[in-house]
T-cell receptor, first 111, second 112 residues
Framework: DGGITQSPKYLFRKEGQNVTLSCEQN?????MYWYRQDPGQGLRLIYY???????QKGDIAEGYSVSREKKESFPLTVTSAQKNPTAFYLC??????????FGSGTRLTVV | GDSVTQMEGPVTLSEEAFLTINCTYT??????LFWYVQYPGEGLQLLLK?????DKGSNKGFEATYRKETTSFHLEKGSVQVSDSAVYFC???????????FGAGTRLTVKP
């Protein structure tokens, strides 16, 4: 079955570390997104990419970086510059006829 | 900019009660409107959508009508079940679909 795989499901980061969250899709969708979800809040857009080798900042890109070297993959790196990274991170794809499809998320905790 | 406002939760209902979750939007164009549902520890699943004024989206007993005159897309269900307990998000996407704007989410708890 086609879908989006996010890994790991739980991730722990020490202060000052960079960590990378994986997002892989086999839906053949062009557009991919990263959202951050904090308790009791909606989703906020971090980065998005509509084609390979191109990506755009969302509303809260500071402290994050992405790459899009393959259509299937859109990894998110949470850098040490992100001062409050503890959150639930969701990856999504978009294709007009299907709308948005979400992965099951990665919960990142700073220890 | 485009935005979505939905009623604050949490909402607690008894099984078989009527559900309404209010959602209003602000958009410069003609957005598509969505309701997503999120179960604990999971991603969002599309519940229903409407792409133009007066369209009604429906799924699993849930309904919402795109009301351009009141800029609203309220979610309703006639008889909720315990299994409907989740967080519900109203969202819109604009013509270019560069991103989707979400409401803050409303947590629904249904008690037996």
């Amino acid at each position: 079955d086609g879908g989006i795989t996010q890994s790991p499901k739980y991730l722990f980061r020490k202060e000052g570390q960079n960590v990378t969250l994986s997002c892989e899709q086999n839906l053949n969708h062009d557009a991919m997104y990263w959202y951050r979800q904090d308790p009791g809040q909606g989703l906020r857009l971090i980065y998005y990419s509509q084609i390979v080798n191109d990506f755009q900042k969302g509303d809260i890109a500071e402290g994050y970086s992405v790459s899009r070297e393959k259509k299937e993959s859109f990894p998110l790196t949470v850098t040490s510059a992100q001062k409050n990274p503890t959150a639930f991170y969701l990856c999504a794809t978009y294709k007009g006829s299907y709308g948005y499809t979400f992965g099951s998320g990665t919960r990142l905790t700073v220890v | 900019g485009d935005s979505v406002t939905q009623m604050e939760g949490p909402v607690t209902l008894s099984e078989e009660a009527f559900l309404t979750i209010n959602c209003t939007y602000t958009a410069t164009g003609y957005p598509s409107l969505f309701w997503y549902v999120q179960y604990p520890g999971e991603g969002l699943q599309l519940l229903l959508k409407a792409t133009k004024a007066d369209d009604k989206g429906s799924n699993k007993g849930f309904e919402a009508t795109y009301r351009k005159e009141t800029t609203s897309f309220h979610l309703e269900k006639g008889s909720v079940q315990v299994s409907d307990s989740a967080v519900y998000f109203c969202a819109l996407s604009t013509y270019n679909n560069n991103d989707m704007r979400f409401g803050a989410g409303t947590r629904l708890t249904v008690k037996p």
